[in-house]
């Protein structure tokens, strides 16, 4: 789940956090993280942000409670490195915090490290054991294209801002790494939604045809 400018930009060409997202943005995106369990976040945007969303509407945290579920879900942070700084907001807000890391151990402000697999598939199978099975990614750029490298995307919701950004920071990493041909079908995806969320932005969401959620 990501806001992303007419061109296809997370982030002005200097880099660093965008704030692209309007209101209804925000709407959606604390509806996205009611329904989930976790919520996967890159290196680079917790660097960028130094924290994450958190569910403000007291409807969806009552919706929550009635569920007897957290009223936060867990932030997975998925890094090569378990190092960041503690007084950072992201270790002072009330949700758990795991890193999930090609490395095993402890890691400073992290209730566990989880073993990130070289395939998805076999991440999210361990993530499911622990409860974890309805995951919203929050970025960045290089978590979203491992993802999809692997074919592991069930859904994509974009709100498209009415901003051109331009620089090189798009919201899919450019790199020689191909994805899957499958991916480049016009039958890959299909259309669930597509609504305007106010303030000129426009909400986007397909589904992978494969996924049973479709």
Same mark, same amino acid.
């Given at each position: ?15 660093? %956090? ?13 509806? *996205? ?17 130094? %924290? ?22 867990? *932030? ?5 490195? *378990?190092? !960041? ?47 974890? !099975? ?59 939604? %597509? ?20």
């Amino acid at each position: 789940m990501l806001a992303v400018s007419l061109d296809g930009r997370l982030a002005p060409p200097t880099g660093g %956090a965008a704030q692209l997202g309007g209101s209804g943005d925000r709407r959606v995106l604390e509806q *996205a993280l009611a329904w989930s369990d976790a919520a996967l976040i890159g290196a680079g945007t917790l660097r960028a942000h130094q %924290a994450s969303c958190l569910i403000r509407d007291q409807d969806l945290l009552n919706e929550r409670r009635l569920q007897g579920r957290s009223p936060q879900p867990a *932030a997975l942070v998925v890094s090569r490195q *378990a190092g !960041f700084p503690l007084e950072w907001p992201f270790f002072h807000q009330p949700f758990e915090r795991h890193l999930l890391s090609v490395s095993d151990g402890s890691a400073p402000g992290f209730q566990s490290c989880c073993r990130l697999s070289s395939r998805w598939s076999e991440t999210l199978q361990n993530l499911c054991s622990k409860g974890w !099975f309805r995951l919203v990614l929050l970025g960045g750029a290089v978590l979203t294209h491992s993802l999809l490298a692997q074919d592991a995307v069930d859904e994509l919701q974009l709100t498209l801002s009415p901003r051109i950004l331009g620089g090189s920071f798009t919201w899919l990493l450019q790199t020689e790494t191909p994805l899957p041909a499958s991916l480049m079908s016009s039958q890959a995806w299909s259309l669930v939604d %597509a609504r305007s969320l106010g303030a000129n932005e426009l909400l986007v969401h397909y589904c992978r045809n494969r996924s049973s959620s479709c």
